[in-house]
């Protein structure tokens, strides 16, 4: 089916330090998410991005947080500076329509902060 | 806020025996179910999703919902021990964007 990719799998960085997330949609998509899931806890919608702008973000969508997709290459969560509480896993999703279509997950980053 | 609750938090089967998951929104404006599993270490995948009252079958699952209720549930009947996974149910509405918002999931073991 179609897969979503995401890149790295995994990220190790101190504190401070910036990290750009990267997402590999399905081809074809329009809409794009970043979840956050902690271990051991639910999943958490950070924000939505649709024709080039967030849509929409959640109360976990930090001022350090930012996204973008320039010209249809990968879609980023870039965060600076990261703090000990950014330690997740990060979901990209794409959709082929923002409302009544099937959310595709990719693999997660699973990003550490020291 | 939107909340989306789940039951149980955890649920042991006999391989083929049936599962029962069950979910509730709080939101009166939720549209759309879906439910997704989410094996160890893994992405969720989208089980089945339910807009409209009454039931839905594919294959082992069955989805139902309430929407006068906001309830949900999904059952797998003859279950395998490669259905043990995090059972994710989650929420939107349409005017959201999408936005899923998820329960805390039901952790289900199949024991051979």
């Known amino acids: 089916g179609p897969k979503v990719l995401q890149i790295p799998s995994h990220q190790i960085i101190d504190m401070g330090q910036m990290v750009t997330l990267n997402c590999d949609p399905v081809s074809n998509h329009l809409y794009f998410y970043w979840y956050k899931q902690i271990l051991g806890q639910q999943m958490e919608f950070l924000v939505n991005?649709?024709?080039?702008?967030?849509?929409?973000k959640s109360k976990l969508f930090k001022d350090q947080f930012s996204v973008e997709r320039p010209d249809g290459s990968y879609f980023t969560l870039k965060i600076q500076p990261t703090a000990l509480e950014d330690s997740a896993v990060y979901f990209c999703a794409s959709s082929s329509t923002g409302v009544s279509y099937e959310q595709y997950f990719g693999p997660g980053t699973r990003l550490t902060v020291l | 806020q939107q909340k989306v609750q789940q039951s149980p938090e955890s649920l042991i089967v006999p391989e083929g025996g049936m599962a029962s998951l069950n979910c509730t929104s709080s939101d009166r404006n939720v549209d759309y179910f879906w439910w997704y599993r989410q094996h160890s270490g893994k992405s969720p995948k989208m089980l089945m999703?339910?807009?409209?009252?009454g039931e839905k079958e594919e294959g082992r699952f069955t989805v139902h919902l309430n929407k006068a209720s906001l309830h949900t549930s999904l059952h797998i009947r003859d279950s395998q021990p490669s259905d043990s996974a995090l059972y994710l149910c989650?929420?939107?509405?349409?005017?959201?964007?999408?936005?899923?918002?998820f329960g805390q999931g039901t952790k289900l073991s199949i024991k051979p």
């Open positions: 989650a929420a939107s509405i349409d005017y959201n964007q999408g936005k899923l918002i």
């Open positions: 999703s339910i807009f409209s009252n």
């Open positions: 991005f649709y024709n080039g702008k967030v849509m929409e």
